[in-house]
């Protein structure tokens, strides 16, 4: 009998690699991982996997990115399934904590990089550190979240499809910021009412609608408590906040090889030197889909 983890990526992909470490290795699992080959298809896969013999098991496990986390929360109470959403915006949110960030800055500093030394030097400072990094990528986070929801709307509808590129950043950002991203959202919402009669109907399309939703989002992120909480750390997209720290680090005087893909290889290091069940995460995703193969 084989059993299967179905994940996002390829086989050099980060999604592989922190599963193999977290979970397979960890808990000494005798599971192959197979990715997908995109950020869609895991249920083929895990279809296809499953065809080749009665005996094989197979589970995937895949970003639940804007969705609410009340969905991804359900794949999870039902221990008997096949599909699971991370608990948070994608793996890359697992590497950011702020314990892992510390202890690669510790490890900066013991290599003896100069640069380092003005890098946070306690857990509560490294904290502080990554919400300074997530403050620039709200209103770009917001933005995507109405465009999810919206999407959600135009699929309700049937025939159609909400898609608005995602608009240029400012000049000097790296983030779109409200008045790109509101006027992507009128747009687009403006384009599909004038192919449909239906979709004109839509009140959830109308350009007030769309502002008063974009708003509430925005307010929402921007009350304190999402940041002081670490609730950032779980709803944003951790790969934008991995590329805000790398950036942050080359602007303090590290080589320019220390790019968000390095940053990620690094941090996972670190995140494998440190990681007890239950320790940095509650609840612990990667424990808990461990225990989930184990039934198998």
């Known amino acids: 009998m084989a059993v299967y983890l179905v994940c996002e ?3 050099s992909g980060l999604d592989r690699r922190v599963l193999g470490a977290l979970v397979i290795q960890f808990h000494n699992l005798t599971v192959l991982i197979e990715p997908a080959g995109s950020r869609t298809g895991h249920g ?5 996997l499953e065809s080749r013999s009665p005996r094989d098991g197979a589970i995937s496990v ?3 990115d804007y969705r609410p986390a009340g969905v991804a ?3 999870w109470a039902n221990r008997a399934g096949r599909s699971f959403l991370w608990r948070r915006h994608q793996i890359e949110n697992y590497l950011l904590h702020a314990r892992i960030v510390l202890e690669l800055f510790n490890d900066f500093r013991a290599a003896g990089a100069a640069w380092a030394n003005v890098l946070p030097a306690t857990e509560p400072d490294a904290s502080v550190l990554l919400q300074s990094l997530a403050l620039p990528l709200f209103e770009d986070h917001a933005a995507q979240v109405v465009r999810h929801e919206l999407v959600q709307v135009i699929n309700a509808a049937g025939g159609l499809s909400f898609g608005p590129q995602t608009p240029a950043p400012p000049a000097g950002a790296h983030a779109c910021g409200y008045a790109q991203w509101l006027a992507a959202l009128h747009q687009e919402a403006a ?3 004038q192919t449909s009669g ?4 839509l009140p959830d399309l109308q350009p007030a609608a769309i502002t008063a939703r974009y708003d509430a989002h925005l307010a929402q992120v921007q009350n304190p408590v999402f940041l002081t909480s670490g609730n950032y750390l779980i709803e944003m997209k951790g790969k934008d906040l991995l590329a805000a720290l790398s950036r942050h ?3 303090l005087g590290a080589p320019a090889l220390l790019n968000q893909a390095t940053v990620a290889d690094e ?3 670190m995140l494998e030197r440190i990681y007890q069940p239950s320790l940095v995460y509650q609840p612990d995703d990667f424990a808990e889909l461990a225990d989930i193969l184990r039934q198998y």
Do not use: H, I
């Open 62 to 64: 895949e970003d639940r």
């Open 249 to 251: 680090l080359v602007g």
């Open 44 to 48: 083929a896969v895990r279809a296809y």
């Open 198 to 201: 239906t979709v004109a109907k």
């Open 9 to 11: 990526g390829f086989l």
């Open 73 to 75: 929360n359900a794949t």
């Open 267 to 269: 941090l996972l290091r």
């Open 191 to 193: 384009r599909l009412c």
